[in-house]
């Protein structure tokens, strides 16, 4: 299952005293840095739709200007449909067909989290981890925000349960009776390569109670030792039927007894990070605040590429 726990460190009064240390000798940049590294470990272990697209850095010359917008844009090129080739008799000339490159644009936005304030001289009692109370109160949030817009996206681009997708004229969000069985699953991953596309799916998305589901499953379901393995550790991230399974805490996101699937990142869209999470630190007075924040973009540019059962 998902963990969030952090490695055994040194003494929390140690690390919370030497933290204040750095702010009361004006050493900013030395604090944020410290909180920095620990908050984009934590940032790309959780979040499952970082996972499913795995993010990349880009720089402001990688920038594209638009006349209808002052935000920062990235256009990005798509693959272009082709006809297929045809059997002609000899002496007969190819047909012309202009060339077009299809585009698609990652428009970019800014997360951040609450400003969070306290007293100096109220954190030097503290047992507990001063980087973990930081660290906390920003990534919650902010791993939420990016999660809830990836999948309210997903949601978008399926339409609805039953509902054909105008882009490929298939129905990717389909209900599958017979609650959580193997069967079923196998079934559920008939959705994407019936599709025009032909893809095929990469990761599944479940949550951490549907999962249960697939640890009821006895020898004669999933076969093997694998079975006995399931009843004594439970389950872990795996394989099963030849794609990845992630599980997810969010159950408000991915609701029980529903899997999202999705293709391989190059056939499915883009992230991109123009800003990592960064944690601004300021002390004024006795008072400490701060709040993360950071600047990313992501697109589904090939709704081919995510489909979703209910079962």
Same mark, same amino acid.
């Given at each position: 299952?998902?963990?969030?726990?952090?490695?055994?460190?040194?003494?929390?009064?140690?690390?919370?005293?030497?933290?204040?240390?750095?702010?009361?000798?004006?050493?900013?940049?030395?604090?944020?840095?410290?909180?920095?590294?620990? !908050?984009?470990?934590?940032?790309?272990?959780?979040?499952?739709?970082?996972?499913?697209?795995?993010?990349?850095?880009?720089?402001?010359?990688?920038?594209?200007?638009?006349?209808?917008?002052?935000?920062?844009?990235?256009?990005?090129?798509?693959?272009?449909?082709?006809?297929?080739?045809?059997?002609?008799?000899?002496?007969?000339?190819?047909?012309?067909?202009?060339?077009?490159?299809?585009?698609?644009?990652?428009?970019?936005?800014?997360?951040?989290?609450?400003?969070?304030?306290?007293?100096?001289?109220?954190?030097?009692?503290?047992?507990?981890?001063?980087?973990?109370?930081?660290?906390?109160?920003?990534?919650?949030?902010?791993?939420?925000?990016?999660?809830?817009?990836?999948?309210?996206?997903?949601?978008?681009?399926?339409?609805?349960?039953?509902?054909?997708?105008?882009?490929?004229?298939?129905?990717?969000?389909?209900?599958?009776?017979?609650?959580?069985?193997?069967?079923? !699953?196998?079934?559920?991953?008939?959705?994407?390569?019936?599709?025009?596309?032909?893809?095929?799916?990469?990761?599944?998305?479940?949550?951490?109670?549907?999962?249960?589901?697939?640890?009821?499953?006895?020898?004669?379901?999933?076969?093997?030792?694998?079975?006995?393995?399931?009843?004594?550790?439970?389950?872990?991230?795996?394989?099963?039927?030849?794609?990845?399974?992630?599980?997810?805490?969010?159950?408000?996101?991915?609701?029980?007894?529903?899997?999202?699937?999705?293709?391989?990142?190059?056939?499915?869209?883009?992230?991109?990070?123009?800003?990592?999470?960064?944690?601004?630190?300021?002390?004024?007075?006795?008072?400490?605040?701060?709040?993360?924040?950071?600047?990313?973009?992501?697109?589904?540019?090939?709704?081919?590429?995510?489909?979703?059962?209910?079962?």
């Amino acid at each position: 299952m998902p963990s969030t726990q952090t490695p055994p460190g040194p003494g929390s009064k140690q690390v919370n005293n030497a933290f204040i240390g750095m702010l009361e000798q004006g050493l900013e940049k030395q604090a944020q840095d410290a909180v920095n590294d620990y !908050i984009r470990v934590k940032m790309r272990e959780d979040g499952f739709g970082r996972r499913i697209i795995p993010p990349v850095q880009i720089t402001n010359d990688e920038l594209d200007r638009q006349v209808d917008t002052d935000k920062p844009v990235k256009v990005i090129d798509k693959e272009p449909s082709s006809p297929g080739a045809i059997s002609v008799p000899f002496a007969t000339q190819p047909i012309n067909r202009y060339i077009r490159g299809p585009r698609f644009r990652v428009m970019f936005d800014r997360i951040l989290t609450p400003r969070f304030t306290k007293d100096i001289d109220e954190l030097r009692t503290y047992d507990m981890d001063i980087r973990q109370i930081l660290s906390d109160n920003s990534i919650k949030d902010m791993l939420a925000e990016e999660d809830g817009k990836f999948i309210l996206v997903c949601n978008s681009l399926l339409v609805g349960q039953g509902s054909t997708v105008p882009e490929t004229g298939s129905v990717q969000w389909q209900a599958i009776a017979g609650g959580v069985t193997r069967e079923t !699953i196998a079934e559920s991953m008939k959705i994407m390569p019936s599709t025009p596309n032909h893809l095929n799916v990469s990761t599944v998305l479940v949550n951490n109670v549907t999962i249960w589901d697939v640890v009821k499953f006895g020898r004669d379901e999933i076969g093997g030792d694998l079975s006995q393995e399931l009843f004594e550790r439970g389950f872990a991230e795996r394989e099963i039927m030849g794609v990845q399974w992630i599980i997810t805490i969010k159950r408000d996101l991915v609701p029980d007894a529903t899997l999202f699937h999705f293709a391989e990142p190059k056939f499915l869209g883009k992230w991109l990070i123009l800003e990592d999470t960064t944690m601004y630190i300021d002390r004024k007075a006795y008072m400490l605040e701060f709040f993360a924040y950071e600047s990313m973009g992501a697109a589904i540019a090939n709704v081919a590429g995510v489909t979703r059962a209910d079962f």
